[in-house]
């Protein structure tokens, strides 16, 4: 089946130690997204890439970046997570940016910060 | 400020009765609105859309009522079943937008049990 995978499920970091979550997509689709969703908040967006295109979202701290080496990968790097960065992390493509697309989401990573 | 609000954290209801989840929209701009679902441990899942040219759109059991004038639109589920427990967002975007406003804007969710 088509879909859209985040690895690791659940990552533990300490304060401060830098950190990788991983998703991939077998749906090739030209838009990928990252949201952070804390407790009992509305996902929030944090950047998107339309194929190799960037797109920051202007209040997404500098801690936060992201890369697309290809079509079916997209990495979210949290350069030196805080304890406020403990949230879950959600994945989404969509064929295209326009919100007639629906986003298929991946299952997400929860993190951690010690 | 939230520009898409779902004021009931939680809602229950017996199975095979209706439910009823609401959610209200400050932006007079958006012109496109969603409904997702999202089960414990899983990302969420599309289930029904409506554009504003439309005040009604309807997929099975569940329908999607909007009223531009209120600014307000509602998802019914009818019959509700217990495999419908899950939180449910709701989320608008602006779909014509030359720049890139284009991104959806979500509510908090609401928690539907559905009980046997």
């Known amino acids: 089946d088509a879909m859209v995978i985040q690895n690791p499920r659940y990552q533990v970091t300490q304060f401060g130690k830098p950190v990788t979550l991983s998703c991939s997509q077998t749906l090739n689709h030209n838009v990928m997204y990252w949201y952070q969703q804390k407790s009992s908040q509305a996902p929030k967006l944090l950047f998107h890439?339309?194929?190799?295109?960037?797109?920051n979202e202007a209040d997404t701290p500098d801690n936060f970046q992201s890369r697309r080496p290809n079509t079916s990968f997209c990495f979210l790097d949290i350069r030196s997570p805080g304890l406020g960065d403990a949230a879950m992390y959600l994945c989404?493509?969509?064929?295209?940016?326009?919100?007639?697309?629906?986003?298929?989401f991946g299952p997400g990573t929860r993190l951690t910060v010690l | 400020d939230q520009q898409v609000k779902q004021n009931s954290p939680s809602l229950s209801v017996q199975e095979g009765r209706i439910s009823i989840l609401n959610c209200d929209y400050t932006?007079?701009?958006?012109?496109?609105f969603l409904w997702y679902k999202k089960y414990p441990a899983e990302g969420p899942t599309f289930l029904i859309s409506i554009s504003s040219i439309k005040d009604k759109n309807e997929d099975g059991r569940f329908t999607v009522f909007l009223n531009k004038s209120a600014k307000h639109l509602s998802l019914h589920i009818v019959p509700s079943q217990p495999g419908d427990s899950a939180v449910y967002f709701c989320?608008?975007?602006?779909?014509?937008?030359?720049?890139?406003?284009?991104?959806?804007?979500w509510g908090l969710g609401t928690s539907l049990a559905v009980n046997p």
């Open positions: 890439y339309y194929d190799k295109d960037f797109n």
């Open positions: 989320a608008a975007s602006e779909t014509f937008d030359a720049g890139n406003n284009r991104k959806l804007i």
């Open positions: 932006n007079s701009m958006f012109d496109y």
């Open positions: 989404a493509t969509s064929r295209d940016i326009n919100p007639y697309n629906e986003q298929f």
